[in-house]
């Protein structure tokens, strides 16, 4: 899959061979040892002349090649050292490099901090991703297809380079990847994040309040949110299903004793009972859930997009009708993110950015692995009307793309030519398209359990459509 990857890619330097993975020539597990390394950059952290020598003495000496190259060898191992943010052009030591060394005697402690480092600051987790999506796919994982794959998510490294090779060894040293490119994805979850106390506390939790905090974090607001608004989309993002006359106790109450959420009573109604508990994410649930879930996600986006991804609908929703082309473009992306995020939904690539058209509209895929395979197309557009051509051009992508669903997301209207070349699409194939009005975001925006509305209505509507007549 490789849609439109020079459109997709962030921004990055113009210079020859540019990369957005680390240079790791001659800075790899298989030919040094980290903590010797170290140990160097302590040592001649500021002469970086001394510092090549140590290593070309201790690495290289043996080589057959000349001394110049030997010394170049070297030179390559303190580029390396530099690409991953462990010295300075000089060899000095950078604030990460100094917790390394304080590391240097414990091997398992020093190669773990190294490998989240590289998971979470140097694109290690969409590497990681971009494997498993390949191997799912039933294909085998090699260089010039991953310089290809990870293209596509915005990743770029040259042709030839090793860059992504060098980082699995380095992965391997923390047993994120077991032989090859298969990844141990407990050792994974426990490298990249939670700490075992938080671990702890997640585990204690039943699946319904799993669910239920999850949703929570996705709404990404301070509230205050509807109990029964919050149960409704988790029930149709991970299909788990409530008590409803027991949420309070077997949900609600226990997420309140374990500091992730703050209740309020609702108040009785002449004949209509009482309302449902008012709900607000804690200071602990954005620490501990949310704000790791977002930076994860900040991680696979440019660096101008990031902002945006912690504001509400309602902010995002008024920068789409800016006057600034640029801050339209960004909004209308932030606003597909927000969209699926609602849903769960795992990001993997942009292939037309909203800022390359002017504001007017924005193309990403996502994914999610949720009791089936599934991969979402989604096009917002920032005009008056959708047109048959806008959901004509998606449904020519789905064979590229490999996809399921497409969801066309407009500021304005669903034009009828639309309407009904998606209806006769949908009539004659297995294909799923969710067409999303101006009036559905504004709906979402004041309660973001309305995607489930919005989402339900188009698919009973595709349902009528692929009636089976046995």
């Not at 991970?238 to 004793?257: D, M, R």
């Not at 398209?433 to 339900?456: E, M, T, W």
Request: charged share 25%; glycine share 8%; aromatic share 6%.
């Amino acid at each position: 899959m490789t849609p439109d990857a020079t459109q997709a890619a962030p921004s990055r330097p113009k210079w020859k061979n540019a990369s957005d993975l680390p240079f790791g020539s001659e800075f790899s597990p298989s030919q040094v040892q980290l903590s010797v390394l170290l140990e160097f950059a302590k040592k001649h952290g500021g002469d970086w002349k001394a510092f090549e020598a140590a290593v070309k003495s201790r690495y290289f000496a043996q080589n057959p090649t000349s001394d110049y190259n030997k010394g170049k060898l070297a030179n390559n191992t303190k580029l390396g050292m530099v690409a991953y943010g462990i010295i300075d052009r000089d060899a000095k030591l950078t604030e990460f490099g100094e917790k390394l060394y304080r590391l240097r005697d414990d091997s398992a402690k020093l190669h773990a901090e190294l490998a989240r480092h590289i998971l979470l600051n140097l694109h290690g987790m969409t590497l990681v991703q971009c494997v498993q999506d390949i191997q799912a796919a039933g294909e085998t994982v090699e260089l010039i297809k991953l310089r290809e794959w990870l293209d596509a998510r915005g990743i770029h490294f040259p042709r030839g380079g090793k860059h992504p090779s060098i980082m699995r060894l380095w992965l391997e040293k923390a047993g994120v990847f077991t032989s090859g490119w298969n990844v141990d994805l407990a050792r994974l979850k426990d490298v990249a994040g939670a700490s075992s106390e938080e671990l702890e506390i997640l585990a204690a939790l039943s699946i319904e309040q799993r669910a239920y905090l999850k949703t929570l974090a996705n709404m990404a607001g301070p509230g205050p949110f509807a109990s029964n608004d919050v149960e409704k989309l988790a029930t149709a993002t991970y299909g788990v299903h409530f008590n409803e006359k027991a949420l309070p106790k077997q949900v609600l109450y226990p997420l309140e004793k374990a500091g992730f959420v703050t209740l309020e009573r609702g108040t009785k109604q002449a004949g209509r009972g009482a309302k449902p508990f008012l709900v607000c994410p804690t200071e602990k649930l954005q620490k501990e859930i949310l704000t790791p879930l977002l930076e994860q996600l900040e991680k696979q986006t440019a660096p101008n997009l990031r902002f945006l991804l912690r504001r509400s609908m309602h902010e995002i929703l008024k920068g789409v009708t800016d006057k600034d082309k640029h801050t339209r473009g960004l909004a209308l992306e932030a606003l597909a993110f927000k969209l699926m995020r609602l849903l769960d939904m795992d990001y993997v690539a942009t292939r037309l950015r909203g800022s390359a058209t002017g504001g007017a509209e924005v193309d990403l895929v996502f994914q999610s692995a949720r009791l089936v395979f599934s991969r979402w197309q989604v096009q917002c557009k920032n005009t008056p009307r959708v047109s048959l051509e806008d959901v004509a051009k998606e449904v020519g992508l789905i064979h590229l793309l490999k996809s399921n669903v497409i969801v066309v997301v407009s500021t304005g209207e669903i034009g009828p030519a639309a309407r009904g070349y998606a209806n006769k699409v949908m009539g004659d194939t297995n294909l799923c398209i969710i067409l999303v009005n101006g009036d559905d975001l504004k709906a979402i925006a004041a309660s973001p359990a309305a995607i489930v509305d919005v989402f339900n209505r188009e698919a009973a509507h595709a349902m009528r459509l692929k009636k089976l007549e046995i």
